[in-house]
């Protein structure tokens, strides 16, 4: 009898029923070319758990009970359980060489996508997710029912540290409550992060006084840690309560140790996902945004930005709604192709609006999304044909409509501002 040299389907098992401790994936997978379902699933579970190409020489029993099990396939999807033994507490670059690892790379996979993973209270115990809720940064910024506004200076890259704080001010005046970074801009020759946080708190306390108002700015520290851990502890002795971390460029590693730093200096973290697209955007491969979301609500982000359904960047609503569930929701009921997951004592997350918004359409964002967010709204503001100040006006009272739920043509006969952003970009989805 041929000797076996591999042992792929012993990572099958129809029957297992998981484990109240196990970690739950699902996964979408496309088997390639002459590959059969079982030979895919067997090599997702052991590739990503305790398998390998070939049969091993012996190994000792109780490795058997380390081993993922596929437990259900259903078409071209596969919930694998894993036990929780395999798992590092709190170390969330391991999960993810694990769950998210070698498997995208099997040659018996032509597509693979992990979509979700529900995570027991067990191994959720081992984080401490943010350290402040949206409520601490609703009552640290006195803002109530409504959304947090705010905006990039636009273009995104290239003015001075003087222009840039002078369009912020203009924001600030505009009644918004944020002037944010883009993600591409950190420290220039051009716009100096130090000379930039120095003219931004003359700026806002400036705004402060002649506006009675919190002005707030996500200003972004992004950079090798070092640089980060110096910048973050600037933004805190200039008095600013949030900083800005293009987290996935940045990495897990990064923000898990950035999130006890600024719980230290008392500062926010807002998380812009530049990169994310790269990964996230194929709907057959790569993963997804609301696993991300869900891995940096753990790793501790207080902002995240969660697409808009409507604006230029690609964000259906029913993803959007499952990254904004991911993010704020306490307990989240499984549904399609998001899992159920409780999050026991892990703090809420603010889901950002951001990508295309103008006055015109922030309504349709907002009857999904809802006012527990951060909208941002850049272009949408700078582009105004008044500029930046009435822009910002202009976005404020698109929302005030929303709220009385009055039309906004109608709202627009009283609001010059409002008329005048229709008047340029109607309701038009920008792309
Ligand atoms: C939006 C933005 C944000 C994107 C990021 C930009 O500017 O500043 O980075 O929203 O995408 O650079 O495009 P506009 P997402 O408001 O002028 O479009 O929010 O999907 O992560
Ligand atoms: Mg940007």
């Known amino acids: 009898m041929s000797k076996k040299i591999e042992w792929y389907h012993d990572f099958i098992d129809l029957k297992y029923k998981p484990k109240s401790t196990d970690l739950k994936v699902l996964f979408y997978f496309e088997p390639a070319n002459s590959t059969t379902k079982e030979d895919a699933i067997g090599r997702i579970a052991s590739e990503s758990s305790t398998g390998t190409w070939t049969t091993l020489f012996k190994l000792p029993s109780r490795m058997k009970k380390l081993m993922a099990i596929v437990y259900e396939v259903d078409g071209n999807y596969v919930r694998v359980a894993y036990p929780i033994e395999l798992w590092d507490k709190g170390n969330i670059p391991q999960l993810l060489s694990g769950i998210a690892g070698n498997i995208f790379g099997m040659k018996a996979l032509e597509n693979l996508r992990l979509i979700d993973v529900s995570l027991p209270k067990e191994y959720l115990k081992e984080f401490k997710g943010p350290w402040a809720s949206t409520t601490d940064i609703r009552k640290r910024l006195k803002v109530f029912d409504r959304p947090l506004f705010g905006s990039v200076p636009k273009p995104k890259i290239g003015f001075s540290a003087e222009e840039h704080a002078k369009i912020g001010y203009e924001t600030w005046m505009g009644g918004f409550d944020i002037v944010k970074d883009d993600e591409n801009l950190t420290s220039t020759s051009f716009n100096n992060f130090e000379k930039r946080v120095k003219l931004l708190t003359k700026k806002r306390e400036k705004a402060e006084k002649e506006t009675g108002n919190i002005k707030s700015a996500f200003i972004n ?126 703090k809420s997350v603010f ?8 006055p015109g359409i922030m309504g349709l964002t907002l009857d999904k999304v809802g006012e527990e967010s951060v909208f941002l709204v850049s272009g949408g503001i700078h582009g105004h044909p008044r500029g930046t100040r009435a822009g910002a006006r202009a976005a404020i009272q698109s929302w005030e409509a929303w709220k009385k739920k009055i039309d906004i043509e109608e709202y627009a006969k009283t609001h010059k501002e409002l008329r005048e952003a229709l008047e340029k970009w109607g309701r038009m989805k920008p792309k």
């Not at 950079?223 to 987290?247: F, S």
């Not at 923000?255 to 709907?283: G, S, T, W």
């Not at 889901?351 to 103008?358: E, L, N, Q, R």
Request: charged letters at 25%.
């Open 221 to 346: 520290i992004t950079g090798p840690v070092k640089i980060m851990e110096k910048r973050a502890k600037m933004l805190h002795d200039y008095g600013w309560e949030y900083c800005m971390i293009d987290v996935v460029v940045t990495g897990f590693s990064a923000v898990q140790h950035m999130r006890d730093l600024c719980e230290d200096y008392k500062l926010f973290i807002h998380a812009h996902r530049a990169m994310h697209a790269a990964m996230d955007r194929n709907p057959k491969h790569g993963v997804s945004m609301w696993f991300l979301a869900k891995m940096f609500r753990l790793a501790g982000v207080n902002n995240l930005h969660c697409g808009t359904g409507v604006g230029k960047l690609e964000s259906p609503f029913e993803e959007v709604l499952r990254i904004s569930d991911t993010l704020r929701e306490k307990y989240v009921k499984e549904r399609d192709l998001l899992l159920e997951q409780d999050w026991g004592n892990i």
């Open 351 to 358: 889901p950002t609006v951001s990508g295309g918004i103008h």
